[in-house]
């Protein structure tokens, strides 16, 4: 399939050029899966900063992580989406429990009390956010897989 240039109509067939129609929309979709959202939680931007510090000062994990929130967007498709898109990235995704996500978690937690999960490179790890100190060097070693 061909590239669509700025200049060409738009393929959603409003008449419209690509760059008055669809393009900021595309740019806006990509820019999501790479930079997630503003943090809005402190328990988020907490586990955050203590993950980035683990992997700063880890021996074994020699790149650098990007690791993004993606709390608000996630549910049964987007979770998908976010894997598929993510996959040969190092972007860790990370999503706290909301009523729009309890779907992802119930299908893929082993304990109801699990409220927060991990993903990284096609797989996932749920777990509950205050045992996130006692399960920080499991989750190294899962990202360092």
Do not use: W
């Not at 000062?57 to 020699?62: A, D, E, L, P, Y």
């Not at 976010?82 to 990235?89: E, G, S």
């Not at 096609?122 to 100190?133: I, V």
Request: aromatic share 10%.
């Amino acid at each position: 399939m061909p590239k669509i240039k700025r200049n060409d109509t738009c393929p959603c067939g409003s008449g419209e050029k690509y760059k008055v129609c669809c393009l900021e929309k595309e740019t806006m979709k990509k820019q999501k899966y790479e930079y997630g959202q503003q943090t809005h939680t402190n328990r988020i931007s907490e586990l955050m900063e203590r993950l980035d510090t683990a992997i700063k000062q880890s021996h074994f994990i020699k790149k650098e992580k990007k690791i993004i929130d993606i709390t608000d967007d996630l549910d049964e498709h987007s979770y998908r989406e976010y894997q598929i898109k993510n996959y040969t990235m190092d972007i860790i995704m990370v999503a706290e429990k909301t009523i729009k996500s309890e779907e992802v978690f119930l299908t893929r937690v082993d304990s109801a009390s699990n409220d927060i999960i991990l993903m990284y490179k096609g797989s996932y790890r749920t777990f509950e956010y205050s045992k996130f100190p006692l399960l920080l060097n499991s989750l190294l070693n899962y990202i360092n897989g």
